[in-house]
């Protein structure tokens, strides 16, 4: 039975802007950008501080779409395994120009995840580059990949463009309605795979209407600026660097800066610094990183620091506004939904919150059984997902039901309309009859341990139903020190795990988010204690 069910603006009337700008193909978006900011106008940054203008950026991918095209069909996914880099941004607009789908590959899911997603979407091709496998020590993948698809090298590709090539791109650059592709703005602009934190990867099928959508819901939320410069080190085969890390700037004239790996905190801070970002999109895993490496001053440009994919902590709020006088601003999105859901904004940030929902979003609350004043949180609107595809029928998008996308997390909403996460539903326990959010243990273990990470999971247990189980990198962690913090702090002693487990490192997934599937693995494989 729904609870609650309230939307922040009914219709597409009440969304604020003109349908226009989000009717039409991404690729189309981005020349209506460069034709309102101007061509010469400086937009992408690769890591190699190479700075490329619109018009380079447009040229660049119709000749490179123009020659991927062969060997594909309209409508067909294309499988894109690059790092975050103008090559990858560039890339997904070469084929969207022709209207290929990029489906973009998680290749730190290793090869067998990389096979599997191929399989999912159907993809016959996957684009890459030999300077990135080699840098990236994925040499192991090709053969295995080779096997599965063919694999290009955009280095090949660049090397073998004719004039043919060059000539569509010189037209179509001026004349883009006598070369682009014009694919329907509710068809499928990009595929995108969930990230496995307890289960198998689904593909996800995001239009050019789901994605254009986004970046208005973005643009309305947070008040963004043409002088802005935005550094993005999250992986463009992620929601969140995809959409507000890539399309979102440069469909708004803001100038992104392009960082291959969210995981050098020294050499980001330095560059954060070096061109005097204003924005910096992260998570709360890499954001505590970059915050412990910098010095005083080195963040100081940033006037927005936006993280998702995991919830902020407040050792992490209080390391950076410490340190660096930064109010971090937490948000909340999902692949299925473009990423962005919801977000705090500058003057409406309430810690322990993702903020409010973004535009022309509904939700509604269906109750859970032992969390009072809380639901399971469903969510529509014109960012929603055409849908899943999986792999028992690869390559057939399977739509929610009315539009309706059940997120799986469990939230609580208050009269301001600002949303607390509880926690993922599969992240809770049931011990002795009482459900204990796993997300609250791991809270407490960060509270007592904040230089240490941690991952709570859920065994099952034969008196008790459930018990709780602690891997934590502390290797002085005890199980009665938490159990002394609990007592003096108000936590019932449900909330403090059976045990505690020692490990070298929690194993992350390629966005930072702890991969609860590996953890559990972990601790099945560990001897039973004794007694």
Known sequence: MTVASVAAASGEEAFGFDRNRVERPVFHALMEA???????????????????????????ALALGHALRRGSLPGEAVGVMLPTSAASIIAFFALSAYGRVPAMLNFTAGINGVISATRIAKVRRVITARRFIELGKLDDFIPALSKEVEVVYLEDVREQLNLANKGAAAIGQFAPALIAARPDHDKPAVLLFTSGTEGEPKGVALSHRNLLSNVEQVRLHIALYENDILFNPLPTFHCFGLTVGALMPMMLGIKVVCHPTPLQPKEIVRRVRACGATILLSTDTFISQYGRAGEAGDLNSLRLAVCGAERLRDETRALLRKKYAIELLEGYGVTEASPVIAANQPGANRSGTVGRLMHGMQYRLEPVEGIPNAGR???????????????????????????????????????????????????????????????????????????????????????????????????????????????????????????????????????????????????????????
């Not at 400086?42 to 660049?60: H, K, M, Q, S, T």
């Not at 309309?417 to 009859?433: E, H, N, P, S, Y």
Request: hydrophobic fraction near 40%; aromatic fraction near 6%.
């Open 34 to 60: 460069r034709a309102r900011f101007g061509g010469q106008r400086p937009i992408l940054v690769d890591g190699d501080e190479r700075v490329l203008v619109y018009d380079e950026v447009v040229r660049a």
């Open 377 to 531: 949180l469903f969510v529509r609107g014109p960012n929603v997902m055409l849908g899943y595809i999986s792999g028992q029928n690869p390559g057939v998008i399977m739509p929610p039901k009315d539009g309706w996308h059940d997120t799986g997390d469990v939230v609580s909403i208050d009269e301001e309309g600002f949303i607390a996460i509880r926690g993922r539903l599969k992240r809770f326990a049931k011990v002795g009859g009482e459900v204990v959010s796993l997300a609250a243990v791991e809270s407490c273990a960060y509270a007592l341990w904040p230089d240490h990470n941690h991952a709570a999971i859920a065994i099952a247990d034969a008196r008790k139903g459930e018990q709780i189980i602690l891997v934590t990198t502390n290797p002085q962690a005890e199980r009665s020190d938490l159990l002394g913090w609990a007592h003096n702090h108000g936590v019932p002693e449900l909330s403090v795990p059976r045990r505690v487990v020692v490990t070298d490192e929690i194993p992350v997934l390629g966005t930072g988010k702890t991969d609860y599937s590996k953890v559990q693995k972990f601790v099945a494989a560990l001897p039973a204690p004794c007694g």
